[in-house]
RNA sequence: GCGAAAGUGGCGGAAUGGUAGACGCGCUGGCCUUAGGAGCCAGUGGGGCAACCCGUGUGGGUUCGACUCCCACCUUUCGCACCA
């Protein structure tokens, strides 16, 4: 289905008047979103409604949603996002908190490459083009944004702190060059980090990922290792999945580092091979990691990683082991599941010895040890770990039982493997160590190994240094330069920003500034001679790291923040797709606490609370075209079929009547052809309509299926929620009473109301109640929007109409719309004016229930007998167990239940339920 | 393999140990109407004429009472994955 056609014009009340009563109500019938949300975003403009300023006194709360990537336009993604961060902010607003909620744009990066690539324009104009394009998407939506602190990464008055504070980092050695195996990306050809490599692709290509050797720039994540894991257990307003996938990123294992003394033979090929350098490395033995020291006695055999120096070394005089190798490093990168892959190994012929036996241990390469952790060489235990029993195994070598189950699940380790023998247990054939428990085993092994100088116990982390270099020219500069007598020299403080030429367009062959003459030709800043500049920029992740920090002191000049950082900060809500749980928020925790050490900032965490939205799916079809290809035809443009169990088994073109299949729900992407335009729901609909259906599907955590249908059925709630209003203003106007703001007088007596007033005036209150949890401690919004849709349903059933019952309809309406106006902004700042306000409604105060409201003077109770509903009774509020229980036994139904047998147990919840036990 | 989350009508989902299916979509019947993809009213888990019975992935358990808590299993999704 098609987005319905423009609907027709909105009737005036001067076409469609019925009668004198209408003429005498301004307020138009129809709802006519378009206009009702140009005169609400107006009013909010004209008035700076959402400029935020530091005020002493008021309690703060800063409201952050994931800056986005300017790419042109606004998904839906964006959409919920964005309303899920604004729905916030504006109930917090309300709720008397002096609310910030800033936007800016993740700018740099490569989608504008591309873009230039294939259109030939510069980055910085496609960029500069797409961003007050997506910023009137934005302002369309009538999000609650402080747009005065706006920023663009790509703007140097931004990067040039993310230049200011690199230099520093550099002088307090948190960056620091060194050459190293990096993760080459071949179709962007630029360097990836290892959180950007997933199942051995790029992140963004997909493209099978090298090994390169390239000095770069790194910054020292792992000096903060231990404070970014430790830190976690603090963070209780994090989704515990995040926390794990931190904790598992960072990966901390307490273990102990050994040497094995290299053998005759190992000495005798190194010195052959005249390899000394690398050997040199080595020292006098190959180095490895252990979890399990406690099992040094069962090692058959020594494991290296085909990288390995040693691994190298000895290839260079054995064409076999040359070959495995090298077929090692191409398997390593080719087979995507590595960890399926079989293990497979190949003797070096060369061997260690055993620090404590002395005997000789024979050294492999093997495909299953990892060169980037650890040591890149692992002692082979094949009777306690089920990788090396499997290598063993293959390749004949002994497995040696040096722990035994302390329950005595098993003496002696053979086959099949199971899973015990990986366990701690009692120390077997280990000399001196025998009878120890697995625990102080370890403790005694690493006292013996450190007293003979050969080991120690350390903590072993799988997070690495991050490389921030990148190949690439849409970046940030990194603000260095090269001169053939000073060496690499800093650009002067004072010559920040180094200013990227913004007219360059990349032609798809590496960085243009490269090629570039006058970026790269310089003087060097110590000598004054001709020197280069560096034509590196940084990671774009490091632009990110930082930016809602800058949302405090945009318009700083001298520094990067001031004071204001700790007026605002930490982010009270952060919002965002959990795609980030690891690159991005790691990478701002460990950003932040750098910029606290150097002096900049106090807090360590710049998250409080972080709320990871879901994704928003819809359906994919597609047909197989003759060449084979698939064709994603859109699902706007598809008659659905289901099979008996109701699944979609495909559809039918409603454009060329052909029949299409059906593949899957998916997130929307424009390569599946299964997006929903965002602007084009807003014209149709209104932002409401889109605010609310977004917010209504799914609870926010949870992904979204999108539905046309249920789009509209919102908009069919607005419809009749204007209504509603208009019905209850004119039937004011015609009694001359007109909209009574505030709904009941003081005069008026509550307790004096009819029964079906009072009904009503609960239900109002009840939903207020709800509504307040919903948003503001549950942060469940669609059962927060089912509330009020609920209440609307409870006010059109109410039929009373004098002007006391006008006076409970007007106060039931005026909580209805107050509710929503978190969600639906737009009509609800034009239905609170209809109501009767000259306040703005985003400047009224969320109201508390009243509790008189909320009490009933009578309840009904539910009676259960043996947990089963067997009836109902009426009964005053409060009242007593006794009196509950006569009354549950003098319904007719529950007699029939209770006839005859022995009332056991009676269970009185007061004014909810009895239930009786026979 | 490890970790996390989730399994409820035709569909999206609700139920904060106490009436399972709120709210919305869809569907059925009726009304209204310048026939519009509008509005209004009624109905809508299954079975049964009814009284009632059955029903939240499966099997156990705790409880007066379990969609909810515990144990085992199945399925799905996501994340990590030869981490020594």
Redesign the pocket.
């Known amino acids: 289905?098609?987005w319905?056609?423009v609907r027709p014009a909105p009737l005036t009340a001067v076409t469609r008047r019925r009668g004198p009563l209408v003429y005498s109500c301004r307020m138009q019938e129809r709802y006519d979103a378009a206009a009702v949300e140009r005169a609400a975003q107006d009013h909010w403009e004209q008035q700076g409604s959402f400029t935020a300023h530091e005020r002493a006194g008021a309690p703060k709360y800063y409201c952050l949603s994931m800056f986005p990537y300017p790419s042109g336009r606004l998904h839906m993604g964006h959409v919920r996002n964005y309303t899920i961060g604004d729905v916030l902010a504006r109930f917090m607003r309300m709720q008397g908190y002096n609310v910030l909620q800033p936007m800016g744009w993740d700018a740099f990066g490569l989608p504008a490459e591309n873009a230039a690539i294939a259109n030939g324009v510069p980055p910085a104009v496609w960029t500069r083009e797409n961003i007050p394009y997506m910023r009137r998407q934005l302002r369309s939506l009538g999000l609650a944004i402080d747009w005065t602190r706006e920023l663009a990464t790509c703007d140097p008055s931004y990067y040039r702190w993310n230049q200011w504070m690199f230099l520093r980092m550099r002088e307090r050695g948190i960056a620091y060059k060194r050459t190293g195996v990096v993760n080459w990306d071949p179709v962007d050809r630029t360097v990836l980090a290892n959180e950007q490599v997933?199942d051995g692709r790029g992140w963004r290509t997909g493209a099978l990922v090298e090994k390169r050797d390239i000095p770069m720039y790194y910054l020292r994540i792992t000096a903060y290792a231990e404070e970014l894991l430790a830190a976690l257990q603090e963070l209780s307003g994090w989704p515990?999945?995040v926390r794990?996938?931190q904790a598992?990123w960072i990966?901390r294992?307490e273990?102990v580092e050994l040497t094995f003394p290299y053998a005759q033979d190992t000495r005798a090929l190194l010195d052959a091979a005249g390899t000394a350098a690398d050997a040199g490395a080595q020292g006098e033995g190959v180095k490895v990691?252990?979890?399990?020291a406690d099992t040094l006695f069962g090692v058959t055999f020594v494991a290296l990683?085909a990288e390995h120096p040693l691994a190298q070394a000895a290839a260079a005089g054995n064409l076999a082991l040359a070959a495995f190798i090298d077929e090692c490093r191409r398997g390593s990168t080719m087979e995507a599941?590595?960890?399926?892959?079989e293990?497979r190994g190949m003797a070096t012929g060369v061997h260690v010895l055993h620090p404590f036996t002395g005997e000789p241990v024979p050294i492999w390469v093997a495909?299953?040890?990892?060169m980037a952790?650890?040591e890149?060489a692992?002692?082979g235990v094949p009777a306690h770990?089920e990788?090396d029993f499997e290598f063993a195994r293959k390749y004949g070598l002994p497995v040696r039982t040096v722990v035994t189950s302390a329950s005595g699940a098993y003496e002696r380790v053979c086959e099949p493997w199971q899973g015990e023998y990986a366990e701690h247990g009692i120390l077997v054939d280990s000399g001196k160590f025998t009878g120890l428990a697995s625990g102080a085993a370890i403790e005694a092994i690493a006292a013996a190994l450190t007293r003979l100088g050969i080991g120690s116990k350390r903590v072993?982390w799988?997070l690495r240094d991050w490389g921030i270099s990148r190949q690439r020219y849409w970046g940030c500069p990194i603000p260095l330069i090269h001169c053939e007598r000073c060496g690499e020299v800093a650009v002067p403080d004072e010559q920040l920003p180094v200013v990227l030429p913004e007219h360059l367009v990349p032609d798809g062959s590496g960085n243009p500034l490269a090629r570039h003459a006058p970026f790269v030709e310089c003087r060097c800043p110590s000598c004054g001679g001709a020197a280069r500049r560096e034509t590196d920029t940084m990671d774009t992740f490091v632009d990110s790291s930082w930016y809602f920090l800058r949302y405090a002191s945009p318009d700083l000049h001298s520094a990067p923040v001031d004071a204001r950082v700790n007026y605002w900060l930490p982010v009270d809500q952060y919002i965002g797709g959990?795609e980030h749980a690891?690159l991005h928020l790691l990478y701002s925790r460990f950003w932040t606490r750098a910029m606290r050490d150097l002096g900049l900032v106090q807090l360590s965490e710049p998250f409080a609370n972080l709320f990871t939205q879901g994704m928003v799916l819809n359906h994919i079809y597609c047909r197989k075209l003759p060449d084979g290809r698939r064709q994603y035809v859109n699902p706007a443009d598809v008659e659905p079929q289901y099979d008996a169990q109701?699944a979609r088994i495909g559809g039918v073109s409603l454009i060329d009547g052909q029949p299409v299949e059906y593949h899957s729900l998916g997130t929307m992407s424009k390569s599946k052809n299964n997006g929903v335009d965002p602007q084009a729901l807003v014209e149709q609909y209104g932002a409401d309509t889109a605010r609310l259906f977004v917010m209504f599907?799914?609870?926010p955590e949870?992904?979204l299926?999108w539905?046309d249908?249920?789009v509209?059925?919102?908009f069919?709630?607005l419809?009749?929620l204007w209504r509603a209003v208009y019905e209850h203003v004119s039937a004011g106007a015609s009694a001359g009473d007109g909209a009574v703001a505030g709904g009941l007088t003081p005069a008026s007596d509550p307790t004096a109301l009819s029964a079906a007033a009072r009904e009503l005036r609960h239900a109002a209150h009840q939903t207020l109640a709800?509504v307040t949890?919903?948003i503001g401690r549950?942060r469940?919004f669609?059962?927060a929007?089912?509330a009020v849709?609920?209440l609307l349903?409870t006010i059109?059933r109410y039929q009373e109409n004098d002007a006391t019952a006008r006076a409970v309809r007007q106060e039931a309406l005026e909580i209805a719309v107050l509710a929503l106006s978190p969600i639906a902004p737009h009509i609800c700042h034009t239905l609170w004016h209809e109501l009767g306000h000259a306040t703005a409604i985003i400047d009224e105060r969320w109201p508390q229930p009243d509790p008189q409201a909320l009490s009933q003077s009578e309840v009904?109770l539910?009676v259960?007998v043996?947990?089963?509903?067997r009836g109902?009774v009426r009964l005053p509020a409060g009242a007593e167990r006794q009196l509950a229980l006569d009354a549950a036994l003098a319904d007719p139904?529950v007699q029939?239940f209770v006839a005859g047998k022995t009332l056991r147990?009676a269970?009185h919840?007061p004014d909810?339920?009895v239930?009786l036990?026979v």
């Not at 495909?367 to 990892?370: D, E, K, P, Q, R």
């Open positions: 289905m098609r319905p056609a997933i515990e999945r794990v996938m598992n990966g294992s273990g990691f252990t979890t399990r990683s599941d590595v960890a399926t892959a293990k495909n299953y040890v990892l952790y650890g890149g692992v002692m770990d990788r072993q799988r959990i690891i109701h599907a799914a609870p949870q992904s299926e539905s249908d249920g509209n059925g919102q069919k709630f419809r009749r709800k949890g919903d549950r469940t669609n059962t929007i089912a849709q609920e349903n059109g009904e539910v259960q043996n947990g089963k509903l109902r139904t029939r147990k269970i919840v909810k339920l239930n036990v």
